[in-house]
């Protein structure tokens, strides 16, 4: 990463936007922010926890190894996202990798002032709290997931939560590129299968693929797909 002058304007991130605004002048003389390239780490599974990173602007990956070959994108994050906050605990290590997806800008702030903002900032504590408990509603529902739907379905529900998150451009597209394997490692499926059911998707005018970009042409259908065996 390379340190930039263009980064956090203190009126957008999740740190300034939950810190009373005394708190603000504190923030700007601590934090850095940081240019990230395509498709570089901003920091390891494994590293110790240098300090928490709020993206400004572009799109990151979560991911956490599966086995020696293999990886799993736990969710993406975009501008106003915190990334290592998963590093908080009594061990600290990040338990995750982050990488940028396209052009990404990043504000850092060390661990230790982090730490001083959350017992200045209850607001900003509180806020955390609730983020940590949505998480992990959304773990167990993945965990769920992984257990109860099958590979189409995985792949149906994974392309219905990127266009929630992301919405669509002007041409209908979902707004975020991924390439097919980590779309295959946002599901938990093979390449190999991900490739067979997407085809079946765009032959049965689910989906369009062009490049990189994903448009849903049929959503009704496509969330009958995704909850066929769920209840």
Known sequence: MKESRVGCNLKSCYLCTHCVNEWIPAIAANKKN????????????????????????????????WDDDKEI?????????ILGHMGLGDEPVYPVSATAIEPVTVCFIDLQFFESSLKVNPQLTYSLMKF??????????????????QVKERIALAILTLKKQFGTTSAGAIDIELTRQDLSSFAAVSYETLFKVT?????????????????????????????EHLV
């Open 34 to 65: 940081f240019s990230v390239k395509k498709n570089q780490r901003i920091f390891s599974e494994g590293d110790a926890v240098a300090g928490m990173y709020f993206v400004y602007s572009g799109k990151v990956k979560v991911h956490k190894r």
């Open 73 to 81: 994108i736990l969710r993406f994050a975009s501008a106003g996202d």
């Open 132 to 149: 940590f408990a949505n998480q992990l509603q959304d773990s167990e529902k993945r965990m769920r997931n992984l257990v109860h739907m």
């Open 199 to 227: 085809n079946e998707f765009i032959q049965n005018k689910l989906i369009s693929v062009t490049g990189k970009s994903i448009a849903v042409l049929n959503e009704q259908l496509l969330n009958k797909v995704a909850m």
